[in-house]
């Protein structure tokens, strides 16, 4: 175990002190951190060269980094539109740049600036400029990109001064992650993660204070400092910056701006949780108010709401919770295929009319040939991603879905959405492999995020009645739990009408809420009804579609710590879906180019994509295709 003093080398601009706030003053981990103030390359340099353990820098350096590093969970440097900070200077609009220097301090927006211009169709020569010099060099059509407390002033001074981190939000749908604390895998020890998020949250709540005294020491107006404090920069680390710094990643790549495209590893570590809001019992119009504002609702106030708010005052709430989540007036949705592999299944749900027993003559494995077909066709249709599951067959093992998504990925142009928890525990059971394991040799292969499936309701005693032979919530909450630690992003589920009354639902979203807390890596939660026609299990619960407006709206109030939450009109119907979007979602899921177990039980509801855009519009809303990680196309 690493004993020594940990080395950090910290970017010493004004938006890095709240992080480095309890560290600085010795009030977390004295004795522990000797840290150092530098330029964001520079940071990145010290931890490539040795001379910092961990280095809050940026976010390209992680993209370029020679050697496996990681990222510390829950803290960041970022924006959820304009970041004030990282900016194009220029005397001529961005369309007629000829050159744009290069701020020297930071990859990050270098590569981001390179993107920007991209999208806007603009091939400007880009030459590296020294940080203090820019706006001196900024002149007829040569703009300048600037980093840092130098924009404070700098912007003031120029006709056309473009915003990096809104012209990304704008485009792309999702925040711009500038920096974190990275470091090579051996370089915390235990204790360590928590030190930091100790200092960051001491940073956060003396956020002014810290603002009024770099102003007063740098001769910048007070308010300037405080609102960007305050409201241009964010410090968590969430679902969506996750999603955001992938996107950017892998933008990068494409366009040839990265050698290579890593997934985002975080140290192991729980990230700090946010604490439930101490406060004396309130009405139901208190804790409506208050959750519509994003506070963090309790167990019994959950349940509370389930079982006494009137559902008009439920779905009020929620729809402002969306609002303020997702202010742009989008609704997104995804053209996918969802193709089941093999209709062979051990557990043997009751609620589920796909499966067949293993050994019976029915049994059906798509072969390469038939699933190309189905690819081909996705693709052709506008296709961007396979949601790739199926039933528990003992006969396909790991190599089986290696080979599997070898094949798509070496032939198809498709995200590979894939494998349920509980398929991924079948197969560490099935391999003698740790999940952890399993999970490395299939993203090797291929695999991009992984789908919420087989959630149900996350108790076990319901789970024993529906599907004993299923995983236990513990094993699927510790799939989810190992795949968002090596990068990959899951959708959570939910599927009610199992007889479950209000404290399991809220048990299940409360289970949810605390994984990503720990991990941040869930991207949107999923509810629908459990279609009975036809199955061995009677239908026990409310399916209606007031309960399912009920459910919907708790969980976006519930889940504040869920960037997304998907309407299902494919059990629903188009007509519910579109009211749910009034209801705290805002998504409409998925134009399915193929369903096959929800359509076995009774579900026929199915739309184009541009039967979805009506819908969307229909509700006041912008459609905007997607991907998996919430991107806008």
């Known amino acids: 175990m690493n004993v020594r003093r940990l ?50 820098m940026p976010l390209a350096s992680y993209a370029t980094a020679r050697e496996e590093l990681r990222i510390v969970p829950g803290i960041a440097i970022a924006s959820r539109g304009p970041v004030r900070t990282v900016l194009l200077l220029g005397e001529v609009p961005w369309e007629e740049m000829e050159t744009i220097l290069l701020d020297e301090a930071s990859r990050t927006s270098q590569i981001l600036v390179r993107l920007l211009s991209r999208e806007r169709g603009v091939l400007p020569r880009y030459e590296p400029a020294e940080h203090d010099r820019i706006p001196e060099l900024v002149g007829g059509r040569r703009g300048g990109l600037l980093i840092g407390d130098l924009c404070f002033s700098a912007s003031e001074h120029f006709d056309h001064v473009y915003d990096l981190g809104a012209e990304w939000t704008l485009r792309v749908g999702l925040p711009s992650v500038n920096a974190a604390w990275i470091g090579r895998p051996d370089a915390l020890a235990p204790g360590d993660i928590a030190l930091l998020q100790e200092s960051l949250a001491l940073g956060l709540a003396h956020r002014e204070e810290i603002a009024r005294t770099w102003a007063e020491e740098n001769r ?9 404090l305050t409201q241009n920069i964010h410090y968590e680390l969430g679902a969506s910056e996750l999603c955001g710094a992938a996107a950017f990643i892998e933008r990068g790549y494409a366009a040839g701006l990265f050698g290579a495209k890593p997934a985002l590893r975080f140290y192991a570590g729980e990230a700090r949780p946010r604490p439930p809001m101490v406060r004396a019992p309130r009405s139901l119009d208190g804790l409506l108010s208050e959750a519509a504002a994003g ?24 729809d402002a919770r969306r609002t303020s989540l997702h202010p742009h007036g989008v609704v997104t949705y995804i053209i996918d295929r969802n193709v089941n592999y093999t209709d062979a299944c051990t557990t043997a749900c009751q609620f589920c009319n796909f499966h067949r027993p293993p050994g019976d003559s029915r049994v059906h494995t798509l072969t390469c040939d038939e699933l190309a077909v189905k690819l081909q066709e996705t693709v052709d249709l506008g296709g961007i991603q396979v949601l790739l599951q199926g039933g528990i067959n003992p006969e396909l093992g790991l190599a089986y879905f290696e ?17 349920s928890p509980e398929e991924i525990r079948q197969l560490a059971e099935r391999e003698n492999l740790p999940i952890p394991a399993v999970l490395e040799r299939l993203v090797a292969a291929g695999l991009d995020s992984v789908p919420g499936g087989g959630a149900e309701i996350l108790d076990d005693e319901i789970r024993r009645c529906i599907s004993p032979r299923k995983c236990s919530v513990a094993t699927w909450l510790e799939v989810m739990r190992q795949a968002h630690r090596i990068g990959l992003r ?13 404290a399991h639902l809220v048990g299940h979203l409360d289970k949810l809420r605390a994984l990503e807390d720990e991990t941040a890596g869930f991207t949107a939660f999923i509810c629908w009804s459990f279609q009975a026609e036809g199955t061995k299990l009677p239908l026990r619960g409310d399916t209606s579609a007031t309960r399912y407006l009920r459910n919907l709206a708790l969980a976006r109030l519930y889940l504040d710590n ?4 998907q309407v299902s009109w494919v059990t629903m119907g188009p007509a ?16 399915m180019i193929e369903e096959n177990v929800v359509a076995q039980a009774g579900s026929v509801f199915k739309l184009s994509a541009a039967e979805i855009e009506g819908y969307v519009r229909g509700a006041g809303f912008i459609p905007r295709r997607r991907n998996m990680r919430y991107e806008w196309l």
């Open 7 to 56: 080395r950090l080398s910290a970017v010493s601009f004004l938006n890095t002190r709240p992080i480095t706030y309890g560290i600085e003053r010795g009030l977390v981990g004295q004795g522990r951190f000797d840290i150092q103030f530098d330029l964001p390359s520079r940071c990145a340099a010290a931890v490539a060269s040795g001379e910092a353990d961990l280095g809050l």
């Open 220 to 228: 910048i107006e007070a308010e300037v400092c405080v609102r960007y």
């Open 295 to 318: 506070g963090r609702l309790s167990f019994d106030e959950g349940v509370r709401l389930h079982e006494s708010a009137s559902l008009y005052d439920l779905g009020r709430a929620a």
């Open 403 to 419: 080979d599997l998504f070898h094949f798509m990925k070496a032939n198809f142009p498709l995200a590979i959405h894939g494998l």
């Open 490 to 502: 899951t959708t959570a589920t939910m599927v009610f009408g199992f007889g479950e009354q209000a």
């Open 562 to 565: 869920f960037p997304n939450v």
């Open 576 to 591: 519910i879906g579109q009211v749910g979007l009034r209801f705290g979602g805002n998504d409409f899921g998925s134009a």
